[in-house]
């Protein structure tokens, strides 16, 4: 699904989760992240009478949350195509995971799904291997530069992701936006400018447009970032009545 670059031997110093400042990224990392974790506090399964929660990373890459995830509750599982050393499930050259049916409680994805060919088939999967009840948290493009890694298919607006996750079976139990319009125009604006300027000189560049995308951020509600939004987080549930 995504080219994997190297896991770092600390999984909470992973670039996700601690951007360096200055980074091209790091407003929006920094936001993303706490938008994996309001996802987990609000609706994320919890530990099931003793027992751990199986909680799979859809297209995982170098599994950048994993830290997120206390490892006493969660058993975390890694899905991605078989070249990626970090999966612990395989997907299929037919895009089918390789695990039985209603066998996972959670699943995340985090800015995958723009890049998947296929994102009905995805979905569908995902729904599949959800246990009845089980909740999938997603994370994808509403706004952003073009960036395949390696191919880069689609954005969506908040209307459009609801509506293909609901398509595909899920109940939507929760929905949130991050980075609205204005701090969003500075982000593009970066980066269509950074890249001018000599690899020595770019820090110089972006440190202070970060700031301002950071500032910027703070003049949008949220109840308008939920509609209009770089990157979205939508919490999808499986109904109790098994597969579609």
């Not at 246990?131 to 607006?157: C, E, F, Q, V």
Request: one cysteine or more; a neutral charge; charged letters at 25%.
């Amino acid at each position: 699904m995504r080219r994997t670059e190297q896991m770092p031997d600390d999984a909470s110093k992973h670039y996700r989760i601690k951007p360096p400042f200055p980074h091209s990224r790091w407003y929006y990392l920094k936001k993303l992240k706490e938008l994996v974790e309001w996802g987990r506090d609000n609706y994320i399964l919890k530990n099931k009478g003793g027992e751990k929660v199986v909680l799979a990373d859809y297209g995982c890459g170098t599994k950048p949350y994993i830290s997120l995830f206390n490892q006493n509750e969660y058993q975390y599982l890694g899905i991605d195509l078989e070249w990626n050393p970090y999966a612990d499930i395989i997907v299929g050259n037919d895009s089918k995971i390789q695990t039985e049916s209603d066998s996972i409680d959670v699943i995340i994805s985090t800015q995958v799904l723009e890049h998947v060919e296929d994102p009905d088939g995805y979905l569908s999967e995902a729904y599949r291997v959800l246990r009845p009840g089980g909740r999938i948290l997603l994370t994808t493009h509403g706004y952003w530069m073009y960036h395949p890694d390696p191919t880069d298919y689609w954005r969506w607006t908040s209307a459009g992701l609801k509506k293909i996750v609901e398509k595909n079976g899920f109940k939507v139990i929760g929905f949130k936006g991050i980075i609205g319009r204005m701090a969003m125009g500075l982000q593009l604006f970066q980066d269509g400018l950074v890249f001018k300027f000599p690899k020595f000189l770019q820090p110089l560049v972006v440190a202070p447009l970060q700031i301002l995308i950071w500032l910027f951020d703070k003049f949008q509600r949220q109840e308008v970032i939920d509609f209009d939004a770089c990157t979205y987080i939508i919490i999808g549930e499986k109904n109790n009545g098994s597969n579609k």
